[in-house]
């Protein structure tokens, strides 16, 4: 039991750009001081990047710097042939040190390691291996305006040059080793929210610590038990393309569960069953996607709709590979409409209709932000209030649509 509160700790944050990071270092920090802990910070931009590779020095201003380190990440990705790259090198300059403060010892007693800040899901996952009990990712969310704001005024740049790193901060999706905070995001063990409210963000940084180091009597809230349970729920579905879970909630109560998957006969979504005569379970041989020929519709109609654009500008003298390219790139992948699967959200509302619960007033809770078209249904049953963990880059956002 002793060793259980003298272990390593490797912490991993993942942010988008612009947001203040320090505020969380510091924090844990704090914490982790009052548990007796050295905590060493490793900054992937000024410890590892320089490292592997050359950084332009074009440029005295901050949006040329973060422009020059986000080539250089992507460069050394590339030139590796390894989109876990940079994590590697986090885990050898936590090598360096523990080798500098413990000699052979292969783990560092009542140490931390902060590494600011990951960008790809690979080196999410290579943490993960590297450090296998001893590896916590932080998602640090700052609102879109508050993290323009400190681009404009804190780090001085324009708007314009703002505008560009959040975009490519985000997802570079033509950049096959560019960044992907949106796809890193999510796959954080907890979050924190930046406000201006520091004595906010002290309680959420020292409670997150407390869960560390066992404290049997902080529990969970009830919108972290509900979105607990859109997670679970996202484990019963078998789509081909991303498993979502959503659940409907009122007065701190839980109504219903909904996950992705293909609408049964009868009502309800497909489930795996035993099978009487052979006893083993089974999923019905027509039911859900992954058990029919055709697969995944949306997809097979996605690429039906590609070859018809193809063939027709073949006839006008286009290069067919070319306009292929094109369209797979285009935001036709991003079309929904065409699958069998019902979504998530859809289905925890469809699921308080069939018992016959009203959804006017209630929560959504849902592992990723609603599509446009489930976006349509939320607001039509009357939910009051969204909350989700994942972006979906598919989502089309209604600014002019809220709920009350």
Not at 49 to 55: G, K, N
Not at 205 to 222: A, D, L
Not at 292 to 316: F, H, M, T, Y
Not at 336 to 364: D, K
Request: hydrophobic content about 35%; aromatic content about 6%.
């Amino acid at each position: 039991m002793e060793e259980q509160f003298d272990s390593e700790l490797v912490i991993g944050l993942v942010s988008a750009v612009g947001t203040e990071n320090k505020r969380v270092v510091d924090l844990l920090k704090e914490s982790l001081g009052v548990a007796g802990y050295t905590v060493h910070e490793i900054k992937l931009s000024q410890d590892v990047i320089p490292a592997l590779c050359t950084v332009s020095a074009h440029g005295n201003n901050q949006f040329d710097r973060i422009t020059n380190l986000m080539n250089a990440g992507n460069a050394a990705r590339e030139s590796s042939e390894d989109n876990s790259i940079l994590a590697l090198g986090a885990a050898s300059e936590i090598f360096a040190k523990r080798t500098k403060d413990h000699g052979n010892a292969q783990k560092s007693p009542k140490t931390a390691y902060i590494i600011d800040s990951l960008k790809r899901p690979e080196e999410v996952t290579r943490l993960r291996l590297i450090y296998p009990s001893g590896f916590l990712l932080i998602g640090i969310h700052s609102d879109l305006e508050r993290r323009t704001e400190h681009l404009i005024n804190v780090r001085v740049m324009s708007a314009e040059q703002a505008e560009v790193l959040i975009g490519r901060d985000r997802e570079e999706t033509k950049v096959t080793h560019g960044q992907r905070v949106n796809k890193t995001f999510h796959m954080a063990d907890f979050f924190v929210r930046i406000t201006p409210n520091q004595d906010q963000l002290r309680s959420d940084m020292t409670r997150i610590v407390s869960v560390w180091f066992g404290n049997p009597f902080v529990t969970p809230t009830f919108d972290e038990h509900a979105m607990f349970m859109a997670f679970a729920a996202a484990l019963r579905s078998a789509d081909m393309s991303r498993q979502v879970g959503a659940v409907v909630t009122r007065d701190s109560q839980i109504l219903s569960t909904g996950a992705n998957d293909c609408p049964k006969a009868g009502g309800g979504l497909y489930w795996p069953v035993r099978n009487a005569q052979t006893g083993r379970i089974e999923d019905h041989p027509d039911g859900r996607d992954f058990t029919r020929a055709d697969g995944d519709s949306n997809r097979a109609e996605q690429r039906r709709i590609i070859r018809s654009i193809v063939e027709d500008g073949e006839k006008l003298g286009f290069d067919s590979d070319k306009l292929t390219q094109l369209l797979e790139n285009s935001p036709l992948r991003d079309l929904t409409e065409y699958g069998r699967v019902v979504h998530a959200e859809m289905e925890a509302l469809l699921c308080c209709s069939r018992i016959g619960l009203s959804t006017v007033g209630t929560t959504l809770y849902c592992t990723t932000f609603p599509c446009h078209n489930c976006a349509k249904h939320i607001v039509a049953a009357g939910v009051e209030r969204v909350v989700y963990v994942e972006p979906y880059p598919k989502s089309r956002r209604w600014s002019s649509t809220k709920t009350p």
